[in-house]
Nanobody, 125 residues
Framework: QVQLVESGGGSVQAGGSLRLSCSAS????????VGWIRQAPGKEREFVAA????????YFEDSVKGRFTISRDIAKNTVYLEMNGLKPEDTAIYYC??????????????????WGRGTQVTVSS
């Protein structure tokens, strides 16, 4: 069972950048899909981005395409979410989540098996 630890949240002005990190403890991300899912105040959780550890294929929610990138460092067993051009509507708690055995059509479903505690991202206008 993998345990997820996020870091890197904070407060920035619109147009700024942040990088979130998600590390695995108690295991590795091999054979996992690792995703970022966010929840804004008063809203439901929504898929943001994901990466397939084996092969590095990436997936993005439409509103973040071109602004966010997701990557992995195999040696560090860590997934990164680089967020550029941040907007106030990106304000949310960002959760790292992981699961195995997901086919492409399931990547954007938010019912991942393993979750981190979340990190707050606040973007001011």
């Amino acid at each position: 069972q993998v345990q997820l630890v996020e870091s890197g949240g904070g407060s920035v002005q619109a147009g700024g950048s942040l990088r979130l990190s998600c590390s695995a403890s108690g295991g590795t991300f091999r054979n996992y899909v690792v995703g970022w899912i966010r929840q804004a105040p008063g809203k439901e959780r929504e898929f943001v981005a994901a990466i397939r550890w084996n092969g590095g294929h990436t997936y993005f929610e439409d509103s973040v395409k071109g602004r966010f990138t997701i990557s992995r460092d195999i040696a560090k067993n860590t997934v990164y979410l680089e967020m550029n051009g941040l907007k106030p509507e990106d304000t949310a708690i960002y959760y790292c989540a992981a699961d195995r055995g997901r086919i492409v059509s399931e990547i954007r479903n938010i019912d991942y098996r393993y979750w981190g505690r979340g990190t707050q991202v606040t973007v001011s206008s």
